[in-house]
């Protein structure tokens, strides 16, 4: 930082002199590190209990998306519906929705006060929802989240609401041109109650195993959530986002298995909407190789799930030439040059099919496009 005058100029830090505090942060974090600290998989079994709260005005298949990744981390479900008296769906019909759904779920009305704060709407859900439960975690795709977490000592899984772009407010508004993203049973109701709507046939139903993978896999900042949208528009299909965004930057050892299971489980949710191939920003393999560069380990369940073979088809590996885009005490040049050739050398160990995107955006949209269209062919 330089000072003339009255105004500031600010420098770019040296590469140098970020590769230096990456060192040090890197060695102040193994200092406290033991393997002990990593956490069993939470593959929702034993007595784990969850919760998820919305209005379900209607349900759509975002809420169906959240609720198939919160069963993959609680045993026990619960689903606190709110209502309001002016609801224009009762809620007998969304419970009888959500229960049809999904049987194994108990679903709870909490009804919303006349006049209300948001601190009221707190107050009200923490008294509900412990009449019924005191969840283990709290899932959610909206902002009341850390508060909800907070007030229950639970732990906050955020499903990412990108991945199944709707809304029940833009269902409200143009019923007939989101009927995709409604289940069959809403589909029926709208139908009997709003003229506009038309009858429509969704797709059928898909079977996972017959959906190509392919996987975004590098460095940070190297364009894998850009790229794995794009993908997914440009084929017709679905991505799988990087669950650890909902984390909040939350890597410390107890996360690594919370993320990584629900990376796996956001993946098998989303491969049952998938048209022909999935496109997935990240996947367990690069989550024990990212464990691995801030911990030099990994848990062990994780070490043998990511062993050669696999579901995956293609991974996409993005190289570290690309600039970094975002706050500087983030970028750590040779680490992000390092974590490349680390992805590099584990995937040609295990024999997996790889192409590296190098260069601008472009270039690595139409690289990835003609190994895709590559993938696919093999398959038809």
Known sequence: MAWYGSSFTYYEPDPG???AAAV???????ESFSPDQFTPRPDGGGDSTGIVLGRFLPVHDGHRYLVEVAR?????????VRINRNDRIPWEVR??????LFPDVTVVPVADPARFTREDLFALWDERVREHVLPDYVVMGNDYGPELARRFGARLLVVDRTAVPVSGSRIRSWPARNAAYLPPPVRTWYLANEPAMEPFEGPGPVDPATVGRVCLIGPESTGKTHLALRLAIHYGTVHVPEFARGMRHDWDPPSISLIAHGQRASETAMARRANRVLFCDTDLLAVRLWSERLFGAAPDWLQAATGPGGDID????TSSDQL???????NRPAERHAFFHRCRAELTRQGHR??????????????????VDALLAEEA
């Open 17 to 19: 002199e970020l590769d």
């Open 24 to 30: 040090e942060a890197r060695a102040r974090r193994l």
């Open 72 to 80: 993959a981390f609680a045993r026990r479900l619960w689903i606190f």
């Open 95 to 100: 419970r009888d929705w959500l229960t049809g």
């Open 314 to 317: 293609l991974y996409l590996l």
């Open 324 to 330: 970094f885009v975002g706050p500087p005490e983030y």
């Open 354 to 371: 790889y192409v590296i995107l190098a260069g601008a955006v472009e270039g690595r949209l139409r690289t990835a496009v003609q190994a």
